[in-house]
């Protein structure tokens, strides 16, 4: 199975019509914020692969060409505070950045966030008990603390993203939200038995059944 995750930023390589050919074997697309609803409901409609996504500090939303003003992309799954399971994968979502202000898109204190991850709890031991595992890939638009986080208040990373990796052991963390200009800047970490990622601009994951 392979995997599309994208955040931040339009790219070329994907808005374009030559997106089918350059990405046929495309099964699932993991959206993981500050992206205008035209760009992921151009990217569902052209790889016919279901997309889920969760919402970015920046995400205010924007108007159609027809005219209508939306944050909701048509087409795809919001997977805030949920766990669905998709192509035989268990994948949850928490949105939004540390709370730096009070306009934009989520922002939340670390209290908020840990109230977030309280209410996925249930799902997660559910599946637990029912598949044998809580969470396959959480994507979230931050970062956890202390990985490829910022030390500004905005681009502080949660602890809770800490607190479930440790307990619940996903394969891979997904996240945006922290640029990447230079070639040296590390975008993939381990912690624990989670591959942390950064999927700004864009990435293709490859998924491997145990």
Known sequence: MKILSVSDEVEEAIYNESLKDQFSDIDLVLACGDLPPHYLEFIVTKL???????????????????????????????????????????????????????QGGPQYSEQDMRLKAIRMIPNLWWNRFRYGRAI?????????????????????????FLHIMRIYRPRYLIHGHMHVYNNDTITQTTYYDTQVVNTYGYRVISWNSD
Do not use: W
């Open 48 to 102: 016919s692969a279901p997309l889920l996504y969760i919402l970015g500090n920046h995400d205010q939303g924007s108007h159609s060409a027809d005219g209508h003003f939306r944050i909701e992309p048509r087409g795809c799954i919001n997977v805030d505070e949920q766990i669905v399971k998709l192509q035989g994968l268990l994948i949850g979502g928490l949105e939004g950045s540390m709370r730096y202000s009070y």
């Open 136 to 160: 396959d890939i959480l994507i979230t638009h931050a970062a956890p603390f202390g990985i490829h986080d910022g030390t500004d208040p905005c681009h502080t990373g949660f602890r809770t």
